[in-house]
């Protein structure tokens, strides 16, 4: 099973930028479409971003033309480039891997919290 370390979270004021990192433990993580999603309190989880093996990219509607996934497969690692952030980006941010059906892997980290406050 794929085991997933996420970092990079922290408090931010709105307008600013964070880099969230996900480390990738197996040796198929090329082969694995990821995604990151985020969970705020008293909501589901979403998947905010996504991206193929390929690296074709998809995005939610709220991030989109802010946030930028990208992946450094050489190092295991997908990364979440966040700009012009909101406080209702304030959430957990999680990664995972998604299976051939788009759904999440069983297996979660711990995620990282991300905090948008003046």
């Known amino acids: 099973q794929v085991q997933l370390v996420e970092s990079g979270g922290g408090l931010v004021q709105p307008g600013g930028s964070l880099r969230l990192s996900c480390a990738a433990s197996?040796?198929?993580?090329?082969?694995?479409?990821m995604g990151w999603y985020r969970q705020a309190p008293g909501k589901q989880r979403e998947r905010v971003a996504s991206?193929?093996?390929?690296?074709?990219?998809n995005y939610a509607g709220s991030v989109k033309g802010r946030f930028t996934i990208s992946r450094d497969n050489a190092k295991n690692t997908v990364y979440l480039q966040m700009n012009s952030l909101k406080p209702e980006d304030t959430a957990i941010y999680y990664c995972?891997?998604?299976?051939?059906?788009?759904?999440?892997?069983?297996?979660w980290g711990q995620g990282t919290q991300v905090t948008v406050s003046s």
């Open positions: 995972n891997v998604i299976n051939w059906q788009g759904y999440a892997g069983a297996n």
């Open positions: 991206i193929t093996s390929g690296g074709s990219t």
């Open positions: 197996g040796s198929s993580f090329k082969f694995n479409a």
